[in-house]
């Protein structure tokens, strides 16, 4: 019995054992498997995240080579943008400079023209020589240049405008006498007119009004074969009494312009269509700058027109009114003195014949006008108090010379201006018939002078009178004594810088390049070179360095060039120049360099001429 509990306590003892060590392996085998478990969740996770960082290296490598491409592709259409800016300076730079090198012979020798004893008729002719050089070259640097630049980047904010007094019925003769010629030659009248109640003087951007004017009257003349062209201003309004608003009409006879074509035509570039109305309303680029400019003015454009019945184009700018007087003002009181005086008015265009007479109501004259030459000596017959006529030389049945002839006859104290055409010259033969003779369109100050003067007894009635504008004086470098030297290789422009320095008293010295300046200077002293840039050989930036460096005495060196882009003033100003002045050569910015230099010359003279007298005193 003692056995058996021995067994059996042994036996539990075992299966205790058993079963602790059991439940051991059991406990173990489970941490195992849920360690295998988690092992193999942690790898498939790190595989999945390395797979995923894989195919992320692979994106960011093809970013990466995208940028790449992206940032070579950047820096590539840069550098292309560049030249192409470059270029476009270049080709702008030549063109600036081809231009304004012949420009500066026409303008220069119209000046020296003007010096010499011309007639009343031949003083005309020299300074509308001068007004049209001054304009064409305005034309090509604001219309051939800038109208293609504006209109592939018209920004407004870039663009800047002036603000300068202008004398605008000066700005609109000017405009009118830059077509006369064509409009002569067609056929066409072109006819100007200012309303009395518009300012004289108003300040804005003069060249940018030009620009639209030339532009509206270049379609105009070239869809106007036959009939005439006119050019109005008028007030629309006064806006605080400090600022008009005017209107400006351009109106043509010519082909017109269909009304769904009209609609647009300020938005885009009409194309050509097939037939002759198509054809004839492509008016093209200078119709969207046109746009572009009155709305940067704060104005606003506008067209009316049919086919075959003509074009009306109209656009209004609010100026400030200038409070400089104009040349009426100055006039005034000779003005007055024309009250009441009878003046007959012979033209066939009814238009131009309508201007006139309200201008001479505006001067207080009694103008009548006649269609026709018969119509002129019936009126002349049935009143024949008339003080003044104006005729026209190209009228249908009895033309002005003809009517001239008969008054000359029938009244031989009746004085007669005639209104002549440019280019005409039939009057010629019979050119004593009238007391002087005025270029179509007709300047109202010319007008207003030919009248005073006939009045007034200051008009000498022979057309061969001599005139001479005396400009260049030769007391002018006695008052701003300068030793100069002409650094010019062109030969027309030499001829011109010497003669207007020798007519102001000056007896310049002249080199052809950059290389005989510094053989010159080495044996004389002057006080001031005119140094032309493009030269052969050496041109006038090198030769300005090698002055700069070389002399003890410097003489004042002043760019004298037909490089007229932006910046080129800050190439020569660099490069060691003193000043510049761009050709073609303006007289007043010569004179006013010359007495300008000449006195800082002067006043550095009597600054060293007092150092060196003080330290004589001293010693």
Avoid at 69 to 90: D, F, M, P, Y
Wanted: net charge negative; aromatic share 6%; charged share 20%.
């Amino acid at each position: 019995m003692k056995r058996f509990y021995i067994i059996f306590f042994a036996v539990c003892v075992l299966f205790a054992t058993v079963l602790y060590f059991s439940v051991w392996w059991i406990m173990a085998g489970l941490a195992v498997s849920m360690i295998y478990i988690a092992y193999r969740f942690y790898a498939v996770r790190m595989g999945a995240i390395e797979a995923r960082n894989a195919g992320l290296e692979v994106q960011v490598e093809a970013l990466h080579v995208q940028l790449d491409s992206s940032i070579l592709k950047e820096q590539r259409t840069t550098r292309e943008v560049g030249q192409i800016k470059e270029a476009r300076q270049q080709l702008m730079a030549i063109l600036s400079h081809e231009i304004r090198t012949p420009m500066n012979g026409i303008m220069g020798m119209s000046i020296l023209l003007s010096e010499t004893p011309l007639t009343k008729e031949q003083g005309d002719y020299a300074a509308t020589i001068r007004t049209c050089s001054e304009t064409l070259l305005m034309r090509v640097n604001d219309i051939l240049v800038n109208d293609i630049l504006q209109f592939v980047k018209f920004d407004q904010n870039g663009v800047q405008l002036e603000n300068k007094d202008f004398d605008l019925r000066n700005c609109i003769d000017e405009v009118l006498e830059m077509f006369s010629m064509k409009t002569a030659a067609a056929g066409v009248e072109l006819i100007g007119s200012i309303d009395p109640d518009v300012p004289e003087q108003v300040t804005g951007d003069s060249r940018k009004l030009r620009q639209v004017l030339m532009n509206l009257l270049e379609n105009s003349v070239r869809f106007t074969v036959k009939g005439e062209i006119f050019v109005g201003v008028h007030l629309l309004r006064t806006l605080d009494n400090s600022k008009a608003e005017l209107s400006f009409e351009v109106r043509d006879t010519g082909a017109g312009i269909p009304a769904v074509r009209a609609e647009q035509i300020f938005n885009g570039i009409p194309g050509k269509e097939s037939g002759d109305a198509g054809a004839e309303d492509s008016k093209g680029l200078g119709l969207v700058i046109c746009k572009k400019l009155v709305e940067m003015m704060d104005g606003w454009i506008a067209v009316q027109s049919e086919p075959k019945r003509g074009s009306t184009f109209t656009f209004a700018i609010p100026f400030p009114i200038s409070q400089r007087p104009g040349s009426d003002h100055l006039q005034r009181d000779l003005i007055a003195s024309l009250k009441n005086k009878h003046v007959l008015i012979v033209d066939d265009n009814p238009t131009s014949r309508d201007v006139l007479l309200k201008q001479l109501l505006h001067w207080k004259l009694l103008p009548v006008g006649a269609g026709s030459g018969e119509q002129a000596l019936s009126l002349l017959a049935s009143d024949p108090g008339f003080d003044l006529v104006l005729t026209d030389l190209d009228m249908p049945g009895m033309d002005g010379v003809l009517m001239a002839k008969t008054i000359r006859e029938k009244y031989p104290a009746m004085p007669v201006i005639l209104m002549n055409s440019p280019g005409d010259d039939r009057y010629q033969q019979d050119s004593e018939l009238f007391i002087s003779v005025l270029t179509r369109p007709v300047r109202q100050y010319m007008l207003r002078d030919h009248i005073l003067g006939i009045f007034a007894h200051s008009l000498n009635p022979l057309p061969d009178k001599q005139l001479t504008m005396n400009l260049l004086s030769v007391e002018f470098s006695t008052q701003y004594p300068l030793h100069i030297l002409i650094a010019e290789d062109n030969l027309i422009n030499q001829k011109i810088a010497v003669k207007i320095l020798t007519k102001l008293g000056y007896q310049p010295a002249l080199a052809r390049n950059g290389k005989e300046v510094l053989e010159m200077v080495s044996h004389e002293h002057y006080d001031m070179i005119l140094m032309d840039v493009q030269m052969p050989e050496m041109d006038g930036f090198e030769a300005t360095r090698m002055l700069r460096s070389c002399l003890e005495i410097q003489p004042v060196i002043i760019a004298m060039t037909a490089n007229a882009m932006q910046g080129d003033r800050n190439d020569c100003i660099q490069a060691g120049m003193d000043d510049y002045i761009s050709k073609p050569i303006s007289m007043k910015e010569l004179l006013a360099q010359l007495e300008k230099w000449a006195l800082v010359i002067k006043s550095k003279k009597q600054t060293t001429l007092l150092q060196n007298t003080t330290r004589q005193i001293i010693g």
